[in-house]
């Protein structure tokens, strides 16, 4: 019989990122709003992977994010730790978010604009349906989906979700000021490649009649193509779009100019 996995609000938990560094989160609470999912709050800071910082000095960091997910199953997949207990839940935060899902469809399933169709609530509290969100409130909302490990551990990683989805175009995408976030974008029969780091592009290649041409600070473009036309969050990056460094890095070594 596997053996039943126990959670209790307080635990504490770490997660390692690409065997580099750790960072850690702690489950502060049970959503009712939100089919009763756990919440958690996930701390800024970064540890090395041999460190073992004392629970008070974890729970006392910065919060990077938010989230609702379903811990058990990062505990059965082995991506998850549990490394102690607090009863310092910070609730004073998490009392200063909204949670905020766009709707695509009414009550009889016929389709809207959803960033006209926002409905946000607070952990255990009524839904408000409130339409747009304006400018004041944005800052206050973290998207109100119950997301899998997987993408939790990513925007610990990363800073911010890599989904394709309206909420995001409201929602401000910020990266970790370090990240370092390689993608692949087509514009037109152009395949551009590009290196973040945090929110600006630092290097990026383009393929012109088949000829691969790099570009980087020093030297960010021509006419047609310039190095930092854009902040990271300003294009509509969709997951599929990650590469990796190993890519990218074998694509500019071998380019012709």
């Known amino acids: 019989m596997a053996k039943r996995i126990v959670t209790k609000i307080g635990d504490v938990f770490c997660v390692e990122v690409d065997g580099k560094w750790k960072g850690y989160f702690q489950y502060i609470a049970n959503d009712q709003s939100c089919m009763n999912s756990s919440t958690i709050r996930i701390f800024k800071k970064k540890y090395p992977v041999d460190d073992s910082p004392a629970i008070d000095d974890i729970v006392r960091d910065e919060v990077l994010f938010y989230a609702h997910t379903v811990l058990k199953f990062g505990i059965q997949d082995g991506v998850w730790s549990k490394v102690g207990k607090s009863n310092e839940l910070g609730l004073a935060g998490l009392h200063n978010l ?59 990683k990363l800073g911010y979700n890599s989904l394709c989805i309206p909420e995001y175009e409201v929602l401000p995408r910020i990266p970790r000021e370090d990240a370092d976030i390689y993608f692949r974008l087509l514009v037109g029969n152009d395949n551009l490649y590009y290196h973040f780091v945090g929110e600006n592009a630092i290097q990026w290649v383009v393929t012109v009649d088949n000829v691969l041409h790099r570009y980087c600070i020093e030297n960010p473009g021509n006419e047609k193509y310039w190095l930092n036309w854009e902040k990271l969050w300003n294009t509509k990056w969709d997951y599929r779009q990650y590469i990796s460094e190993e890519e990218f890095n074998s694509i500019w070594e071998n380019c012709e100019s």
């Open 98 to 156: 909204y949670f905020g899902l766009a709707d695509e469809e009414d009550a009889n399933l016929n389709p809207i604009d959803p960033l006209k169709n926002w409905r946000i609530w607070k952990v255990n509290e009524n839904w408000i349906y409130i339409g747009e969100l304006d400018e004041h409130i944005i800052p206050l909302v973290e998207y109100g989906a119950i997301f899998p490990w997987k993408l939790i551990n990513q925007r610990i």
